[in-house]
Structure formats: structure tokens, C-alpha cells
């Protein structure tokens, strides 16, 4: 049975959202969690749930707590016995395979580089992002922030570790693969792309050349490659834009009564379309290239968000997605030496 | 009285959109209005318009046009009758005071930069988004893809610019301007926004430091300083995302009767929401920093978008925007050898 950890005082509803989401885990997946942070109030939430004696899941106390205005650097020089490197150590350590956080993103990367170490072969650890497309399959970009002013072959080995993910964590027989630029043609990009493009077609995938940033939510790739810088900002313009569609709806719907019913009568394509752009589906974003395991999810996350980030930490592990990295990055590292 | 010639050839829905924007702007704006393109074209289109004789606008034959496909250096090499170039070229001979064209926007900025010249002091000119936010007002994104590989200067350059065009064409009386990044602290970013920093900071204008990829359209900030790579990469995220929720929500309106009648009564207020985050009330992006005015627009812009494009122009020339942007950036490199 895979364990997984998780850091329970993260998010913005912690410890509540990462609690109930742990037992809906443990109850549903077979999969055995182990929830950090503070013993008593872990276990004062857990107390909530009648049937939580008989689960798989443990408490492990942490007594610190990284907050959101932590610098990543303080929160790992610090906060030695913080919830999060806790759950990082229990990976390090083998008692877990890995950890789900929804707390502060950098100190969890930062963390888990540190703490877990990197995946022999990769020179930079990289986060996924999992976005929702037109056509229902999810797209996973990466990077969406972990690394600024990437170098070509740093391009190429996102590549490697998002398409890996693609293929065995979503499901994608053969992922197809785009590196985000800003025109179609080969010749239109940065220095940046133009470098990645004969790299990224050395590699034994399905590359698709360059795609632009309305490609993302059309499902045309299934991986899409970029500097984290141009991930992360694509990854927030979308929250952004996001939440102010919502809320200009919601004002428009709720301006006069004959709006307000016909709003009421709707609503349930309001909750079928909610549910189809739900980030808290996908189960977070999982720092590739670290040993062991790392997912974030967002600060906002929800118990549902919490329960599938353990899933994917658990098909994360049995699908043995760093192995395959470790693997195919050494191949391709022998056959090409440019690479 | 300004003049502002069209590009009639260019857009998705040229020169229909063209023609009825430029009647529009000529009957209702006090701007003169030359079309270029194919002249019997243009003429027969004119003639649907009963007052149109009496109107200030004429007609410019120009025998070629530029396709969307065509790459922008071959436009300016191969087709020097092109409808873009003759626009430009009234505008180089002072004939218009600025050109409009919903054509290849690669084209667009090659030949405007080409055929008009640069303003003195400005490294490179930068395309303008105008983006619509939460609370109203638009915000000013510069650059959203003139430019790749952008040095910290001239980034700083496209402040100055972008903070101009804010307070004379958008009327904002002391415009915030932000860096974009991935981190509201100054040490979060690439190189590249680390070195433009300092930069932005010795401008006599309302630097707020780093923003983040979800300001955009919150307003927080007026203007938003970013690569043309990145810009361009948030305006096309935004544009697929906008597209995919769109396409998503009438797919779930129309998915049962109930639903249906909801969004028959709620008709209002999703064209309400529609003109709240309508481009085409902001008339187009401006490329600040070349000589005369050029104004682009979205290639499937409608006549609406067109006729502000042109009020655009018009206000961008009679507000003096390329003789303030020539004087600041004057009186800024005399005062800061760094700059």
C-alpha cells in the first residue's frame, strides 16, 4: 500500500480541508496517509470523523508551521520542524512515498530539492501545471514556476519528465508535445525556444513543435514546455481571468429580478461548468524531477482538492514515474550528446 | 481636423468591417478617413452608405494585399502596393497622421517601423494591449509581442511610453505602473526584471514594483511592463481561455429545456458581460515608439472595434503622445547616464 504525507497545516483552510480530505482518501483509494502538523489539532479534526479509528492514517507531530509570508529560504533555514519538512523528511526517509502540500509553494519546493534531493540526470526539479481544456483531457505545463531564465536543455528535460507524467498519471497513450512560443512557425520564439527546438527534436516523443498560448486550453498538445517564468505567468493570468469572469456574471446575473430567475433556472450549468474548469479535480501540481514525491496544491484547496492530490501521489508512485525519468534521461544522454 | 488612414484589406472580415468602421468614425467623430485598398472594392462597398459623399472620407488605391499567412518580412520586401503600405507611407508623408490595420500584425509593425521610423531616444517600439480589468478602468500591457529577449532598459522605455499613452488616450491622471513577475517582492523574477528594477525606479512615474500575472485584470496597476514574449503569451492564454469559457457555459446552457429558458431570461446579462470584456471598445493596440501613429487590431474586429480604433488614433494625435514620449525620454537620459 502506497503512503503518502501530508503537510496538514498549509493551505488556507487548514487543518480542516487537509484532514477530511485525508480520510476521504484513506476511506475510498487504499492508500495510507500520514497527516503532519500539530498532534492536537489534528486529531481534535479528526475526531469529526466517526469511522477514523479503523482507516489508514496516521498523525505525525510537527510543531512549527510555514506561513504564506515565509521566504522559501527562511522557511527550510528556520523552521526545522515545520509541518512541511516533517512530510519531507518522512520521504527522504522511505516511511512515505510521498507528500502533498497546499501551503507556501517556494518553501515546498525548496523543501523537498533539499530535503529529497534531485532525480539523478535532471538539472532542475520543475512544476506542473494541470490545466483544463475545451475537450475535457488535461494539458499539464511545465514549467508553471519553479525555475526563471531556463536554459535550452533544461526545455528538453520538462519535456522528458511532463511527457512521462502525461503518459502515466493522465492516462495519454502517446502525449503529444508543445513547446510555448509565440507563433507557429519553428523560426518565431525567443533565444530560449529557438535553442529548445533541435533539442526537443532529438527526443524520442511526439513533438509538435511550437504552440502559442491560446493553445493551452484547446487540448491541441498534451504537454506544453516553457521557461517557469512564462508558466507561472500564464498559470495566474488564468486565475485572474478567472475569477473575474465570475465575478462580472455573478454582478450581470444578480442586476435585475428577470435576470436573477432565469439565473436560478440555469444554475445547474453554472455547477456542470464549474465543475469542468475545477483545478481542484486534477489534484494539485507535482514538482517533477525531485526523488520521492511532491505535490502542491493551491493555497485554496479544498478537501476534494486535498483527496486527489493524494491519488495522484499514489499512481504517481506505482506508475513509477521518477524511475522512467531517471531511465530515459540517461538513455537519451548517451545517445545524444548535445543533450 | 486629424486624418487616420485604414488599412481596408487587413482584418478577417475586411474590407466590410473597415468601410462601415470608417463611415462610422467620419459621420460621428470629426476625423477625416482615407481607405486604402482596391478601389473599386472600397467604392462599391462606400456606396451601401447613402450619406457617405458628404462625408470627409476618401479613397487611396492600393493593387496589393498582405495575408495573414504572408511572414512580415516578406511583406515589406515583396509587396510594396500593399493596402499596409500605402497606409503607412500616407502617414510617413504626413498625407494621415496614423494608419489602422486588423491585417498581419507581424506585417503591420515591420513596415510601420520600416516605412515611418523610429521616435528618437526609443530603442525599440512596443505593442500596447489594452486589457479590460474588474473594476472598469483598462489597463495598459506593454509589450504584448513586438519584442522578444527585451533588455532592462528597454523595459524601462516601454514604461515611459505605456504611461503616457495611459494618461492622454485612457485618461488615468497618475498611472501606476508595475513590472510583471512572479512574486510581488523585488527579488522575485527573471534577470531580466531584476535589472529593470533600479531602472524603473529612477523614472519620475508611479512605479509600484513587481505585479503578478492575476493584477492584469484586477487594476490594480494602469500599465504593466513586461517582455514582448511574456505579454504576448498572457494576451493569447486570455484570449483561448475566454474563448473556452465561453464555448463551455453555451454548452451547458443549451444542454436541457430548463437550462435554456434560464438562459433565455438571463440574455441581458450575458451581453452585458460580453460588452464589459469587449476589445473592441478599446479600439485596437497602438505600437508606441515609432514615428506617426499605428494602431492594430485584432484581425477578426468588427466595425466597432474599427471605428474606435480610429477615435484612437485621432485622441493618440491631437494629445501630442509620440512628442511627450521623444521629450521625456530626453529629459530622462540627460538626467540618468544609467538610463
Sequence with gaps: MVTIA??????????????????????TLDIRVILVGRQED??????QYDDYRGLPIEVVN???????????????????????????????????????????????MATAKMVQGV???????????????????????????????????????FAVMGEIYSRVVLHQPRPKVGLLSIGEEEH????????????????????????????????????????????????????????????MLQESLSATITRQMGALLARAAFTDF?????????????????RGICIICHGRSNANAIKNAIRVGAEFSSGKVNER????LRQWAAEHVAF
Excluded at 532525480?119 to 475537450?135: K, Q, S
Design 188 to 247: 518565431k520564439g525567443n533565444e530560449t525556444t529557438r535553442g529548445a527546438t533541435p533539442l526537443l527534436k532529438s527526443l524520442p516523443l511526439d513533438f509538435v513543435g511550437n504552440v502559442e498560448g491560446r493553445d493551452i486550453y484547446t487540448g491541441k498538445s498534451d504537454v506544453i514546455v516553457c521557461d517557469g517564468f512564462i508558466g507561472n505567468v500564464a498559470l495566474k493570468v488564468s486565475e485572474g481571468l478567472v475569477d473575474m469572469v465570475k465575478q
Design 119 to 157: 532525480i539523478p540526470g535532471v538539472d532542475r526539479p520543475a512544476l506542473a501545471g494541470i490545466f483544463p481544456t475545451l475537450i475535457g483531457k488535461p494539458v499539464v505545463v511545465i514549467d508553471v514556476g519553479a525555475n526563471v531564465d531556463c536554459s535550452p536543455r533544461m526545455l528538453a528535460q
Design 325 to 328: 525519468i531517471e531511465d530515459e
Design 274 to 290: 464549474k465543475k469542468r474548469v475545477d483545478y481542484s479535480e486534477y489534484g494539485g501540481a507535482p514538482l517533477l524531477g525531485v
Design 6 to 27: 501530508v503537510d496538514a497545516m498549509g493551505g488556507d483552510n487548514a487543518p480542516k480541508a487537509e484532514v477530511e480530505g485525508a480520510v476521504e482518501a484513506a476511506r
Design 42 to 47: 489534528l486529531r481534535r479534526e479528526l475526531q
Design 62 to 108: 510537527a510543531t512549527q508551521q510555514i506561513t504564506m509570508e515565509d521566504s522559501a529560504a527562511r522557511a527550510v533555514r528556520a523552521k526545522r520542524d515545520s509541518s512541511l519538512r516533517v512530510a519531507s523528511r518522512l520521504v527522504r526517509d522511505g516511511i512515505a512515498q510521498g507528500f502533498v502540500s497546499a501551503g507556501n509553494t517556494g518553501a515546498a
